[in-house]
């Protein structure tokens, strides 16, 4: 009998198959069914117009797998590996690096990635340098054999020969162009004593200017602590490079003429200026000399300042004794005003005045209460006579008596309140005694 695999051990053997006889492939398509779970991994069908395969791209590939958002409908070139994956018995791509094809895949990438780092503040124009008026080295970063560098070299010597130009070698187009652009930059910050640095290239397809729209190449070209100008393609191309850069030039040659500025201009242009300059020291040393006459003819003898000096002087002095004798006999009229003053308050001539004051005022309250007891004293006397002559006491003296009922003590007004046989009590003017009713009249 034939050996009886099962679907796990037929698709483990496929498996290592695939992935034993194919190494890395490089597979173009284009992106449908495109899906991003929360793993961070990205899953997506490449196809063309007769079929189709699965591929994946790993989360810890990150920016080296893919360097712009992968989108339905773009045209990509992927790097991957072959493989399977035996629990479906599918075989699929393992993505590694993805490449946009076509001009709409680059424009597309081009767009999103001009979009992030605008986002991140990389074209800021806060962050620009300013550029050197007369750079004594100039840094250029491009191919050394191609058009460009033939073009500054003859620019900047036709303007100003002795200018230094430091050339960095790099390729300018294809894959690693991007990379040796980056080296070539860190060896001029290396080298030192460059003052401006132009990255350049000519004009091209947007697949040759690839290398430019590099997010590391832009990153460098923002940290970088030199000022950098972009001159790369033709006026009409933009890169990364151009809005990164502290300043972009439309082509190269314009480049080296807005850093290099023409030497027998700047000649004529100090000549003038020595010019005007002698001309303005001249008007000066005649305003100067027009003054000196001037002053020397009102100048006088010193001997007359001297003497006018010596009046004033004397005159000044006159003033400040006049104004001393003054100061001292107004000081002395407040002196004696003070003195004058401090007499009047002496304490002592104050405690015989109070003295006096309050033998004063002793005898006034002497008095005082001496009519005021006289007063209460007599009110008192007339109240007293008046009460005794309210006094019922006094009317019992004259021979009448008050009758009250035993044992309440109610006085008796009236006949009608007593009864017979009953027992009153009689106050005279002197003592009291005890009665019994026998006869009752009226009125």
Request: charged share 30%.
């Amino acid at each position: 009998m034939k050996d009886i695999l099962t679907v796990s051990q037929l698709n483990d053997l496929i498996k290592t198959f695939l992935e034993d006889n194919f190494g890395s492939l490089w597979v173009e398509g284009e992106v449908s069914n495109l899906r991003r779970p929360p793993s961070g991994h990205v899953y997506f069908t490449l196809k063309d117009d007769k079929s189709q395969i699965r591929a994946v791209y790993f989360r810890q590939y990150g920016q080296r797998a893919v360097k712009f958002d992968l989108e339905d409908g773009l045209k990509i070139l992927c790097r991957a590996r072959l493989s399977t994956y035996p629990p479906r018995g599918e075989y699929q791509l393992i993505v590694e690096s993805v490449e946009p094809q076509g001009v709409g895949a680059l424009q597309k990438a081009f767009e999103q990635l001009k979009a992030r780092l605008a986002a991140e503040g990389l074209f800021d124009p806060s962050f620009k340098k300013a550029l050197p008026f007369l750079p004594r080295c100039i840094g250029v970063v491009t191919s050394p054999t191609g058009a460009v560098i033939r073009d500054i070299l003859n620019i900047t010597r036709r303007r100003f020969p002795s200018v230094n130009i430091l050339i960095a070698p790099a390729r300018v187009q294809g894959t690693e162009a991007a990379g040796e652009i980056i080296s070539a930059l860190r060896n001029l910050h290396s080298f030192g004593g460059v003052d401006v640095i132009i990255v350049a290239r000519g004009g091209g397809s947007l697949e040759d200017l690839a290398p430019f729209n590099d997010e590391a190449l832009a990153r460098e070209i923002f940290q970088s602590s030199i000022p950098v100008v972009s001159a790369v393609g033709h006026e009409t191309d933009f890169t990364i490079c151009d809005f990164v850069a502290d300043l972009r030039a439309p082509t190269p040659s314009a480049a080296a003429e807005l850093l290099v500025p023409r030497k027998k201009e700047l000649l004529e242009t100090l000549c003038d200026l020595k010019r005007r300059l002698a001309a303005a020291e001249r008007r000066h040393l005649d305003d100067r000399k027009d003054r000196m006459v001037s002053l020397k003819a009102r100048f006088r003898d010193p001997r007359r300042f001297i003497t006018d000096y010596s009046i004033r002087l004397d005159d000044f002095s006159e003033r400040i004794r006049r104004a001393a004798t003054y100061n001292i006999q107004t000081l002395k009229s407040r002196m004696e005003h003070l003195i004058q003053g401090l007499q009047n308050q002496n304490p002592q001539k104050h405690v015989r005045e109070r003295r006096i004051f309050l033998g004063s005022l002793e005898k006034d309250i002497v008095n005082s209460w001496d009519r005021y007891f006289r007063e209460r004293e007599a009110r008192l006397n007339k109240s007293s006579s008046l009460l005794s002559s309210l006094n019922p006491l006094a009317v019992l003296q004259r021979g009448y008596s008050i009758t009250r009922s035993l044992p309440e003590g109610k006085i008796i007004r009236q006949a009608g309140e007593l009864s017979l046989d009953e027992r009153v009590g009689i106050q005279l003017a002197e003592g009291s005694f005890h009665a019994r009713v026998e006869k009752i009249q009226g009125e």
